[in-house]
Nanobody, 121 residues
Framework: QVQFVESGGGLVRPGGSLRLSCAVSGGIFSLEIMGWYRQAPGKQRELVAGITTGGALNYADSVKGRFTVSRDNTHNMVYLQMNSLKPEDTAVYYC???????????????WGQGTQVTVSS
């Protein structure tokens, strides 16, 4: 079973930065499209950013120009660099494999523990 372990969240002031990491195990990472998702209180989980096996990128409009997704196939890691953070970025962030690059929906029906990002002054 593929497992996801997210880390790197925290409390940051508006305008600050954080770098999230996701360690993936149990699958063939280099063959997986990967995505970062987030869920804010009272809201549905949404795609934030994704990266294909070939390095093509996809971002939610709300984070374009501020967030950067990357992957390290040698170490089975995916990262999310978040700059110019806003209070509306506050959420629990998760990674998951992606079903396809058309829908960017998560492949697996389970999630890691996520990492909390709180943007507040």
């Amino acid at each position: 079973q593929v497992q996801f372990v997210e880390s790197g969240g925290g409390l940051v002031r508006p305008g600050g930065s954080l770098r999230l990491s996701c360690a993936v195990s149990g699958g063939i990472f280099s063959l997986e499209i990967m995505g970062w998702y987030r869920q804010a209180p009272g809201k549905q989980r949404e795609l934030v950013a994704g990266i294909t096996t070939g390095g093509a990128l996809n971002y939610a409009d709300s984070v374009k120009g501020r967030f950067t997704v990357s992957r390290d196939n040698t170490h089975n890691m995916v990262y999310l660099q978040m700059n110019s953070l806003k209070p509306e970025d506050t959420a629990v962030y998760y990674c998951n494999s992606v079903r396809d690059a058309a829908t960017w929906s998560p492949l697996y029906g389970y999630w890691g523990q996520g990492t909390q990002v709180t943007v507040s002054s």
